[in-house]
């Protein structure tokens, strides 16, 4: 682990520090290719653009099946018998988990035969029911004649077999994500406890590290806390809160949100709008203590006096003092990465996207750099920049 001085981080910004909204046209051209070529690594944006590119392939006949499709609905939504069928249908689904859950619970010895008939009759009987008003409504047969045209398109082009695909890279995804975020949140406790708890405690101090503190915040919870008790049935001081991100992309995102939940937590209403924090315990939105937080059958109470130590530069406006950011030291892309993630899926499920045609590229860039936020991870670097104890709240871990 790493905890950067002021010149390292200043190199740091110098060296890698993108500027996005700054990209001109080329600019952006060779930052988005960069992406691309990077993303393309990652089976589910690989998968991804290929489902793009078969879309793109089989365009006219997929549209085509899509308006018979479309149109097939619109007639089929006029028709009084649609709800009686649909009301069916429910009827039919709800009838056949009780004929599935009772096989099972006879086989088991839990449920007479005799229940399990009784719900395979009225399920016969519905059944029954289901197909002789289907078959009497020639909408109902169009719009099931054309989802069964489309459906066979998809499977015949390799589109079903495709998204299928997708769908499970999608949860192995999202369970290495997880698993990847859990190991962080390890490594940043431990750099908590052996770079700052030594410099923030003084003899005697009766210190702690608090993990998750809400205190019923309904827009934000802290990743560790460094409290000192000042005397029993007092509100404990906080020394410092630690955040962990894994993505320096994200500092950024996290830092915005950080300033927002403290001036709350310090009773700065400039700072946050109080619509967004009414909860049943704050019913007006404006954080009252004390409010207790309990971790390892310990009871620490707080109330805004907690947080004075954490205060607002009056230089730049920002509460820099004490909040702390333990990240992994990566290339800085110039977007967050849930910024980054809408970028590169429009680019892989957008079947018009062309990276050589200007005039695409051109309405890429203009929406990106619309919807990209200002103020990013290098801009939030050089704040800390700015003095050599601020520098020292970033840990490259």
């Known amino acids: 682990m790493q905890r950067l001085s002021q010149k390292d981080l200043i190199d740091f910004v110098e060296t890698h520090a993108v500027h996005f909204h700054a990209l001109d046209l080329d600019g952006f051209r060779t930052w988005l290719s960069r992406r691309i070529e990077e993303s393309l690594r990652q089976p589910y944006f690989a998968q ?68 399990l008939a009784e719900f395979e009759g009225r399920f016969e009987e519905a059944t029954g029911q289901y197909r002789q008003l289907v078959a009497s409504t020639p909408e109902r047969k169009r719009l099931d ?6 459906e066979r398109l998809r499977d015949e082009i390799g589109l079903t077999d495709a998204e299928t695909e997708l769908e499970a890279l999608g949860r192995r ?26 410099e923030l405690v003084r003899e005697g101090d009766q210190a702690h ?32 809160i630690v955040e962990a991100k894994r993505n320096i992309n994200d500092l950024a995102h996290g830092f915005r949100q950080r300033q927002e939940n403290l001036a709350w937590f310090a009773g700065d209403a ?17 954080f009252q203590g004390p409010v207790t937080h309990e971790e390892e059958g310990q009871t620490f109470l707080f109330d805004t006096s907690s947080f004075e130590s954490i205060t607002k530069d009056a230089e730049s406006g920002w509460r820099l003092d004490h909040l702390c950011f333990v990240t992994e030291r990566r290339p800085l892309l110039g977007v ?31 929406w990106a750099q619309r919807m990209v936020e200002p103020m990013q991870t290098e801009d939030v670097l050089a704040l800390y920049a700015r003095r050599d104890d601020w520098a020292r709240q970033i840990v490259f871990a």
């Not at 793009?52 to 089989?58: A, F, G, S, T, V």
């Not at 899509?66 to 069916?88: C, H, M, S, T």
């Not at 004649?145 to 489309?150: E, I, N, Q, T």
């Not at 980054?340 to 200007?358: C, E, M, W, Y």
Request: with cysteine; hydrophobic share 35%.
């Open 209 to 240: 590290v608090l993990h998750g503190v809400t205190l019923g915040c309904a827009r934000g919870e802290l990743d560790q806390v460094v409290v000192v008790r000042r005397a029993e049935n007092v509100p404990v001081e906080v020394r410092a």
């Open 48 to 115: 991804q653009c290929r489902i793009r590119e078969l879309k793109r392939e089989h365009r006219r006949r997929l549209r085509d099946r899509e308006r018979r499709l479309e149109k097939a609905a619109d007639a089929y939504a006029q028709v009084p018998a649609r709800e009686q069928i649909e009301q069916l249908e429910h009827k039919l689904d709800s009838l056949g988990q009780g004929v599935a859950g009772l096989t099972k619970a006879v086989a088991e010895g839990r449920a007479e035969p005799e229940k």
């Open 336 to 366: 967050g990465m849930a910024e980054h993630g809408q970028i590169l899926n429009r680019v892989a499920t957008d079947p018009a996207f062309n990276i050589d045609s200007k005039a695409v590229l051109g309405r890429y860039r203009k």
């Open 270 to 286: 400039s700072g946050y709008d109080p619509a967004l924090y009414r909860t049943d315990r704050y019913p007006e939105g404006h």
């Open 173 to 198: 995804q999202g369970k290495s994500s997880t698993a990847s975020g859990t190991h962080f949140e390890t490594v940043s406790s431990s750099a908590t406890h052996q770079l700052f708890l030594p």
């Open 145 to 150: 004649r054309a989802r069964a045209s489309l």
